[in-house]
């Protein structure tokens, strides 16, 4: 991925004054360099060696991850036939972040990142390991199914956090938006590589290898982090759970755009992000597609997140994050509305690019703003509520979805939530002035 970072020095501002000023704040760097240098000033958290290990580790882990989550999707139709079974299965996997994140948050803030990451990961690839064995010899049904995805779920309430907190630690301070953006673009590439991948592979050999070689993937991330040394860092040893809990909420709450962030943030969770659940039911009952279909229709959405992460630090050297967040809000509802018209795979594909792209720079904007603000002591609370609202409301999400698809079909259900999606952009738009003037009388109490 590819940051642009002006020459100009420029005075020392934070990032919310930075958004208050301007509205945008310029990230990156292009010389005139060869090729090499290029790739390291223009990504500059790439110039360190623990970074480009960490990151490597995870493209690869993020690749079996989604090869995990295209081949359930498509185990769990296969048993129930079922769009509704589909959403509950994907619901069950973030079902105990509602439960578990605020407290994996706690955990992160107490006890060594890199520790956590090596612990999860390995219990993930342990989980990964099961359910391709129990899928290969035929032990498998919608039971064991639920109970590995919850497991699964309780162990990202922990790994979630760490991971985002784990890349402020790794990455400095001025480098920590090149490494929120590298961190998109390897979700995303891992989103076009693994569903092709696992769609080729459900067709040649079977769903149950899928799960064998994520739980391989997971190996590399360990090496990863094993041969990274970074110092120890821990905070807030000492207070009480519900205490903790209590200061990383009040925190959020009080700071007026973490606040507008975390509310947006439910909104798409449950309107947005879980059209992705349906997509093995649509490849099968809309396109007459195989798995094949159904691995072309998740990669052309990744591309698009691909594509969204390299032009977003372009687009905020002109545009404001308000500008680009509304863009790409309304480009994600129309594509998906259109989207939910068409039965040419074809077309579906470049809607459904379209529609990962708007999504993810809206992502990445937020993202960036939220690690950028947070003081570090919070880092871990702070991002264990953003996985709460993103993945435990994603859990009511997935059922929405899986049920107004068996009760009014898949077209309508995607209408209605694209529908929300675009009324949620016009909300942005109208209350954009109340917010700035709430950020700045913020900004002047904490001086």
Same mark, same amino acid.
């Given at each position: ?11 020392h ?109 390995s219990?993930?690839?342990? !989980? $990964?390991?099961?359910? %391709?064995?129990?899928? &290969?010899? /035929?032990?498998?049904? =919608?039971?064991? @199914?639920?109970?590995?995805? *919850? ?5 990202n ?7 985002f ?7 400095d ?30 067709? !040649? $050999?079977?769903i149950? %290898?899928?799960?064998? &070689?994520? /739980?391989?993937?997971? =190996?590399?991330? @360990?090496?990863?982090?094993? *041969?990274?040394d ?6 807030n040893?000492?207070?009480?759970p ?30 947005g ?96 703003m ?26 009511l ?51």
């Open positions: 991925m590819i940051i642009l970072v002006h020459k100009t020095k420029r005075p501002l934070t990032p919310d004054e930075k958004f208050l000023i301007s509205g945008s704040s310029h990230v990156g760097y292009v010389g005139n360099s060869k090729l090499i240098h290029k790739i390291f000033s223009s990504i500059p958290v790439l110039e360190s060696q623990n970074c480009r290990r960490y990151f490597t580790g995870q493209l690869i882990s993020n690749i079996g991850s989604w090869m995990q989550v295209v081949a359930l999707g498509w185990l769990t139709f296969q048993l129930t036939n079922s769009a509704f079974w589909v959403g509950l299965v994907a619901a069950m996997s973030s079902l105990p972040a509602l439960f578990f994140s605020l407290f994996g948050g706690i955990i992160v803030d107490r006890f060594s990142k890199k520790s956590l990451l090596l612990i999860t990961n219990i993930s690839m342990f !989980l $990964a390991f099961l359910l %391709g064995i129990l899928t &290969i010899f /035929g032990w498998v049904n =919608i039971p064991e @199914i639920v109970i590995i995805a *919850l497991l699964g779920g309780i162990v309430s922990v790994y979630t956090p760490a991971h907190a784990y890349l402020s630690e790794l990455a301070k001025d480098k920590i938006t090149s490494a929120i953006s590298i961190n998109s673009g390897i979700s995303s590439l891992g989103r076009v590589i693994g569903p092709g991948i696992a769609g080729l592979y459900i067709v !040649l $050999a079977g149950g %290898g899928a799960f064998i &070689i994520n /739980g391989f993937s997971y =190996i590399a991330v @360990i090496i990863a982090l094993l *041969l990274i970074t110092p120890y860092k821990v905070t040893q000492h207070l009480s519900l205490k903790a809990i209590k200061e990383g909420i009040t925190y959020s709450v009080r700071n007026p755009i973490i606040r507008a962030i975390f509310l947006y943030v439910s909104a798409m969770s449950i309107f992000w879980s059209y992705t659940t349906i997509i093995p039911v649509l490849a099968k009952d809309i396109f007459h597609s195989d798995s094949t279909g159904m691995g072309y229709l998740f990669s052309s959405i990744g591309i698009g997140a691909i594509v969204a992460t390299l032009l977003v630090p372009v687009l905020s050297r002109r545009f404001s994050k308000l500008a680009i967040v509304i863009f790409g809000n309304t480009l994600f509802s129309l594509s998906l509305f259109l989207f939910s018209f068409t039965s040419n795979l074809n077309l579906g594909i470049i809607y459904l690019f379209l529609a990962g792209g708007g999504l993810v720079s809206i992502n990445v904007v937020l993202g960036t939220v690690q950028l603000m947070v003081e570090e002591k919070y880092h871990g609370r702070v991002s264990s509520i953003y996985f709460l609202l993103y993945a435990g409301l994603l859990f999400g997935n059922l929405e979805i899986g049920f107004l698809t068996d009760r009014l079909g898949s077209g309508t259900a995607l209408r209605l939530n694209t529908l929300a999606v675009f009324f949620i952009s016009i909300a942005i738009y109208f209350t954009k002035g109340k917010l700035r003037v709430a950020q700045k009388k913020y900004l002047s109490n904490r001086r």
